[in-house]
């Protein structure tokens, strides 16, 4: 297939490598030039505008942000006046559930398709095709992108035929996910201060009723106090957290917790912790505790 | 090896039969007549005090809570004053931190010796001798006691040589599985006022990076709004937390979390779920979001 | 002096009329027509556009909330686009900080002048001109506003000389309103329930330690259960508690219980509560005690 | 009226100067000696044991809390066994609700009688007999008690009949002076952070809705940042919150505003401010914006 891809980052970079091994044509933009340079090599085409990378049957946009989204769809060059009648935007990048929902019915209203698909993953998992993608959104215009879907990740699943429900799905995951590190960090400062071993204690959650992922994962990082380099940075989760409460202020839904993962985020980043990995909140609870500095 | 087990309750009943099917010998007696009669089938000895029970070279007790504990132990009938010197009591039962260090002292004091070893898993999984045992203690008590763990779990970790640190990894763990609960619970009120079919999303969360038992049991329950018959009831979870809070006060570790989770469960019970399954908490989130009555 | 005055809610009829009682000429405008009649009858100028309260001097905004001062801002018959250049717009509803900045912005661009001065006080305050007015911005202007805030308050406090600092002060008012009614909420739910009269109760707190209209307003309303009429609703309470966690997410100062009372509203919001003064969070607490369904 | 009263601390010692001015008889005991000297100098008797103290028609204890308390109560020498039939035990401390109950019945098995009445004032109050008193139980002995209580406090509240509902009131407002100093301390450091000078802030606040001494007295507190000396030391603050949210968890009344402040007061000690007056708490919020190390 011919496809666009806008946005380069750590993700993306990933991402259009896989495409292009499974012989799709890409074209790809990314606002800071330069980006392109090793996947030109491995047969994508630059391109100098957004319009150019508009000019496929399916478009994909990976950017960093809300804002940084709308700076690609509207304007002139933008998503909205560039593509074709019939096309597809496929969003693979953890918007928000409000902007979800405007590009639908802008698109909608351009005669273009939109396809919301974001992913879970780290660059890494992007890099071996292993992202799991939450889609939804016109089951037509699913299927068309499944082959695209199928080089860049493990699994498919879909949740919905309005595009806004994966962006919803996708949030509440790192709403989860940002629970465990809360719920391991107070843990840990609870049990190491008490003269518990942290990765002995890790080690029986995890061979116990705590075997997945996300606590062997995270459970390390905060057993090691290693939040650098940062894998997910703290304000991208910080702005996971604001676009959850987003949500659950439109949907009504009172979140507590999602409400103490905020604060504690915020006091990261206000005590200095942007450069830090998103598993740093972990820490808060040792330094309430007394534990450190 | 000789036995004496007090405390014949759910859990009880099939942890001494594994004891049995491994050809020990055990002495059982229970407050409430009548629940040994199965066992006696199976060769227990029946006991009518506390103080027959504690002839045996290891004394476990596996009563409901801390008061259920002290009556036992305290008294000229009691644990304290009954048992042999040398020999060991394994508390099983999740008991606060505090009662731990005050027994290890007392069973000190009186030339007996005493292990925590409290355990993982529900009354299937004691019936099934999969257990996973926690225990901390002096060694030798350990190494004495480990025939009986290994015909009772599945597998046993040794955390610490003071008996109350079992305790304290112990009740962590229950409060990591109540903050499971409660995470899944805000999170299926958002999906699923969302317009998210809930079982689709626990599949999709269990497949990828949330797939533990705690969360396929705990996520089955939530999704299915099942929360009778109770396999741990509401009050029970809302004693560990209690005695979480506690251990946290005592070591100074502030935990809002588990703050939150203590208010959880004291509204389920102000608003009459005594007999529900602790898992019900998850469905406070959805009555804040006006979902049910 | 001449005033246009952009806003005839409850609030803007008081003090219009206070304006008009101090012989000042008001020319008045409301997007819904006929809420201006009274006020013509007392010598008020009607106007048929935004564009033509702006013709005066003086340019004082009161509308609901951010978005209903957006419209009249913006566009062709918009303040910016209508008022003479040195002219001043006072804002005096209780709008977002970010806003505030953005319209400092815009109207020194436009060679306009802009004051904040958002006012504490209900609708009788209003019409009685005993509004606490909060301003903040350049001296002069607001030296120039002067004989209007005296006309139409007890008191104005300048809190700055950007405008925004009055804002935020204004917010955290409320949100200290908002948190005195869910403390009373909490305390009365423990007290009633533990078989103390809370009328009793409230006259001991008001005769004590918390003898401030504050504690006797919001107090008397918690004890009688009083939520209707609305003087301040819910949606309004809400919306400022809004304002609040954005104000701290942009000077990233947590605030965990401004957190727990925008889940408060929220869930007050959820269950029906629209119509209902902001004080009927304090039912939340008695709610959750399984006082009432 | 001829009195005992035991615990003389910087309470105590003011409570009874002014007993002694109003020409009542005051037996005094205290654990430590050498407190009793200048009041003996004004008149008071001493006494070498709890016991002596015992022999009056009144006794009060006013001690630091619940563990001090249960030391002379019981015992060979203590108030059960040695106060005589029909006598009145008025305890004026700051204890438990479920002490307050299990006091009740002990002296009512002994034959004697038993009134709660703690106070609200600091040391100074204490000193110029300015206290505000909460009593409650059995009315005649209340009535007995009156004198004594109008020479030591400005005014007298009864309010109920059991004397541990006067122990509740007195801790919920403990909690609403707790919840005062957090929502000032929050917003401090919002306003703070941005611009905002506090003590103008402050005056703004007290001289509008907020004019009550719990928002002068600690709102000056908090804007000096001046939190030595302790007038009422963190641990004290601590130990109350601890005491609300025992009473909510036996009233089943859950509190989650109480929950914040008590991991505030934690966090607090946890950190070093055993010594500072419980007011420090509202430094947290500070110190969590980044405000200070």
């Known amino acids: 297939m011919d496809v666009g891809f806008i946005g380069l980052g750590r993700m993306g970079v990933g991402m259009v490598a896989n495409l292009l091994k499974a012989s799709h044509r890409v074209a790809v933009y990314n606002r800071t030039a330069g980006k392109d340079r090793t996947l030109v090599e491995q047969g994508a085409t630059p391109c100098a505008s957004v319009a150019a990378a508009c000019r496929s049957d399916v478009v994909i946009t990976m950017l960093a942000d809300d804002a940084a989204l709308e700076t690609v769809v509207h304007g002139e060059q933008g998503l909205i006046a560039a593509m ?24 909608a209203e351009a005669g273009q398709r939109y396809v919301a698909a974001p992913v879970f993953g780290r660059p890494e998992a992007a890099a071996a095709a292993l992202l799991f993608i939450v889609a939804a959104g016109d089951a037509e215009a699913i299927a068309a992108c499944r082959p695209l879907f199928d080089a860049m990740g493990q699994k498919t699943f879909v949740v919905g035929d309005r595009p806004h429900m994966a962006n919803l799905v996708k949030l509440s995951g790192n709403y989860l996910i940002a629970s465990v590190i809360e719920a391991l960090g107070e843990a840990m400062a609870l049990v190491g201060k008490g003269g518990i071993d942290k990765h002995q204690y890790l080690e029986l959650l995890t061979s116990t009723l705590f075997g997945a992922p996300v606590y062997k994962t ?32 439109d949907l009504r839904v009172p979140m507590p917790l999602a409400s103490l993962l905020r604060d504690r985020f915020l006091t990261l980043l206000a005590q200095g912790g942007e450069h830090l990995d998103w ?3 972990s820490a808060l609870a040792a330094k309430d505790a007394g534990l450190k500095e």
């Open 84 to 107: 074709r009648p019939g096309t597809v935007h496929v969003c693979m990048a953890t918007i928000g559930v409000a902007l979800s929902e405007r590009l639908a019915t802008l698109h």
């Open 218 to 249: 995270y459970g390390g990082l905060i057993a090691n106090e290693q939040f650098e380099p940062a894998g997910f940075a703290a304000p991208l989760g910080y702005k996971d957290m604001r676009l959850v409460l987003e949500a659950s202020a």
């Open 279 to 281: 598993s740093a909140i």
